[in-house]
Nanobody
Framework: QVQLAESGGGLVQAGGSLRVSCVAS????????MGWYRQAPGKQRELVAT???????NYAESVKGRFTISRDNVKNTVYLQMNSLKPEDTGVYYC?????????WGQGTQVTVSL
């Protein structure tokens, strides 16, 4: 069982920056990939970025060059630094961790980018 606790997010003007964090905890879990997804109102949840324990990174095309994902393997924490934010980045951001064949999700944190 894996518990994910997200923090960060909030309201920012276009062009601004935010950072969200997610800490994984639990018993008997093994983590390779950690990632962030987002869901805008009325839209499906979509991949934002993922990072493996070895540092392999994947970004959605829409955030390349603006967002940076990183992780601390000792603290089981994944970060998403979001720069040059746009109104279309608005949504609920979810932390995701696959472990032992199950997909775990955080509760989500709201990111709102205003004009």
């Amino acid at each position: 069982q894996v518990q994910l606790a997200e923090s960060g997010g909030g309201l920012v003007q276009a062009g601004g920056s935010l950072r969200v964090s997610c800490v994984a905890s639990g018993s008997r879990f093994s983590i390779n990939a950690m990632g962030w997804y987002r869901q805008a109102p009325g839209k499906q949840r979509e991949l934002v970025a993922t990072i493996t324990s070895g540092g392999r990174i994947n970004y959605a095309e829409s955030v390349k060059g603006r967002f940076t994902i990183s992780r601390d393997n000792v603290k089981n924490t994944v970060y998403l630094q979001m720069n040059s934010l746009k109104p279309e980045d608005t949504g609920v951001y979810y932390c995701n961790v696959p472990s032992f064949g199950q997909n775990y999700w955080g509760q989500g944190t709201q990111v709102t980018v205003s004009l």
